[in-house]
C-alpha cells in the first residue's frame, strides 16, 4: 500500500473538514498527484471545479499574490493548507482566491455560490508528533538558535544547547527529526549543513506564538508618556526591543502601537526608572529572552531579525503583516 504523501494527508483533512463545516459535497478529487490535479465538488446543485495547490504554511500576503495569478487560467484555483488565519482568510477573500483548510475555514465565491467560513480554531495535531521534534517548545529554540547563528548548525551538540538554551538531550532529537524533514544535509565533507531554510523560518513563525510566546511569562504595562520607549538606551537594562519597536527601527515604515521589549533579566529598573505601570491591556509588552548569548544580532538593541517577524506575524495586524512582508524580503528572500 503507497503511503499518503503529507500534501496529500493535507488534501484529505482539509476536505473532511470541509464536509463536516459545511456539508459540501466532494465529487471527486485526484490522489495521485496531489498539487497537480483537479477537485470537483458539488455546491448548491453546481459542478465546480478547481486547479489544487497545497501549501503546509500560509503566512505571507506575497503568497498569495502569487497564487492569484494563477486564477487567470480557465481552471480556477483552491488553496488547501493546515490552517488559514483570520487575517489571511480575509486576504484570500480580497483577492478571489478560494480556500479550504483543516480546521473547517473555507471560502468560495462564484456567480451563484458564496460560502465563507472563518474563525474556526487552529487544528491540534500534538498528539501527532513524536516526544522529541522540532515542533517542541525546546526543538523550536534550538531551531531559533541555528537561523540566527552562523555554522551552530555544524558544532557539536553541546554548544548548540547552550546557545539555544535547552537541556543537551534535545538536540539530537531535534536534529534527527529536521533532518527527516528535509532541513539538514551533509556537505561535501559530511558536516551538517541547514537546508530550504525560507520554509523553515515559515514553518517557525507559525508555531513561534503558541510554544514559545505564550510561555516566557509575558507582562503589560502602560504609561502616560507615549514616547517613553523614544527615550532610553534599551542595553542599559539588559533587554531588547521586539515587534513594532524593532520593525520601525529596521524599515522607518511603521508606527508603534505595541512596545514589545525582551529582557535578559529581571525587568525591575526599566519599570520603575520609566514608570511603567502594570495593566493587562496595557500597549507594553515585557517578555522574558528565551535564547542564550552569541545568538548573532542585526543591531545591538533589537531582537534578532526573526524574531521581529514572528512578532509581527503572530498580531494579526495587517499594517504588521505588511510591515513584515517588507522585513522578510529584505532579509530573507537571498537564503
Known amino acids: 500500500m503507497k503511503t499518503e504523501t503529507k500534501e496529500q494527508l493535507t488534501l484529505n483533512k482539509a476536505l473532511d473538514a470541509l464536509q ?100 474556526q480554531p487552529r487544528p491540534n495535531h500534538s498528539k501527532d508528533l513524536p516526544q522529541y521534534t522540532a515542533l517542541t517548545n525546546a526543538g523550536l529554540r534550538i531551531v531559533f538558535a541555528l537561523l540566527n547563528r552562523d555554522k551552530l548548525i555544524s558544532l557539536p551538540y553541546r554548544q548548540i544547547a547552550m546557545y539555544a538554551q535547552v537541556a ?13 524533514r528535509g532541513y539538514i544535509g551533509l556537505n561535501k565533507s559530511g558536516v551538517r549543513r541547514l537546508i530550504n531554510q525560507e520554509k523553515l523560518i515559515r514553518e517557525w513563525t507559525t508555531y513561534f506564538p503558541n510554544k514559545i510566546r505564550n510561555k516566557i511569562n509575558l507582562r503589560r504595562f502602560t504609561s502616560t508618556n507615549e514616547d517613553w520607549f523614544h527615550e532610553i538606551n534599551i542595553e542599559r537594562y539588559g533587554a531588547y526591543w521586539g515587534g513594532e519597536v524593532a520593525a520601525e527601527k529596521l524599515t522607518g515604515y511603521l508606527k508603534p502601537s505595541t512596545v514589545t521589549i525582551y529582557t535578559t533579566k529581571n525587568p525591575h529598573e526599566l519599570i520603575i526608572d520609566n514608570k511603567l505601570r502594570p495593566d493587562n491591556n496595557g500597549n507594553i509588552e515585557i517578555l522574558e529572552s528565551f535564547w542564550g548569548s552569541g545568538i548573532d544580532l542585526y543591531q545591538r538593541d533589537l531582537v534578532p531579525i526573526l524574531l521581529v517577524y514572528a512578532d509581527l ?16 524580503e529584505r532579509y530573507f528572500t537571498s537564503l
Open 20 to 119: 463536516k463545516s459545511t456539508g459540501i459535497e466532494i465529487e471527486s478529487n485526484n490522489q495521485q498527484d496531489v498539487e497537480n490535479g483537479l477537485l470537483t465538488l458539488r455546491v448548491a446543485g453546481r459542478r465546480l471545479t478547481y486547479f489544487v495547490i497545497v501549501k503546509s504554511v500560509v503566512d505571507r500576503f506575497n503568497m498569495l499574490i502569487s497564487i492569484q495569478k494563477l486564477n487567470e487560467n480557465k481552471t480556477p484555483v483552491v488553496l488547501i493548507a493546515p490552517y488559514i488565519s483570520k487575517n489571511m482568510a480575509e486576504h484570500c477573500r480580497q483577492l478571489g482566491i478560494s480556500f479550504i483548510d483543516e480546521a473547517g475555514n473555507v471560502f468560495i465565491n462564484t456567480q451563484d455560490v458564496f460560502v465563507y467560513v472563518i474563525g
Open 168 to 180: 543537551l538531550g534535545t538536540v539530537g532529537p531535534a536534529l534527527k527529526d529536521l533532518e527527516n
Open 313 to 328: 506575524l503572530a498580531t494579526d495586524n495587517p499594517r504588521n503583516i505588511e510591515t513584515a512582508e517588507l522585513i522578510y
